[in-house]
């Protein structure tokens, strides 16, 4: 089982940088993918970021593509997302969710098929 916190979130203006935090606890954490969501006032939760187990594959919501990195420190068991030119439309909740890796890559941009989801962080964007 993986218990997920995130953290780093905060009100900034239009064009600053947050860096958010996943941490997690449990013995196993290198044998899930990672992925970060938002969910927006009145908008149903989106795929952002995921990362691999290994973080050698990385996959980004075009709508934050090159401005947004997501890492990993397996060691440290945190997964992170580096917000840089924040934009008011990514005001959200953001979540990071976890799911075992032994069910492969596919499909990681789907909500469903995240096992453990944290309570997430929230990010407000003044322009």
């Known amino acids: 089982q993986v218990r997920l916190v995130e953290s780093g979130g905060g009100l900034v203006q239009a064009g600053d940088s947050l860096r958010l935090s996943c941490a997690a606890a449990?013995?196993?954490?290198?044998?899930?993918?990672v992925g970060w969501f938002r969910q927006g006032p009145g908008k149903e939760r989106e795929f952002v970021s995921a990362?691999?187990?290994?973080?050698?594959?990385?996959s980004y919501a075009d709508s934050v593509k090159g401005r947004f990195t997501i890492s990993r420190d397996n060691a440290d068991k945190v997964v992170y997302l580096q917000m840089n030119s924040l934009k008011p439309e990514d005001t959200a909740v953001y979540y990071c969710?976890?799911?075992?890796?032994?069910?492969?890559?596919?499909?990681?941009?789907?909500?469903?098929?995240?096992?453990?989801w944290g309570q997430g962080t929230q990010v407000t964007v003044s322009s």
């Open positions: 990362t691999s187990w290994s973080d050698n594959d990385t």
């Open positions: 449990g013995r196993t954490f290198r044998s899930y993918h």
């Open positions: 969710a976890a799911r075992y890796a032994g069910y492969g890559l596919a499909g990681l941009s789907g909500a469903g098929s995240y096992d453990y």
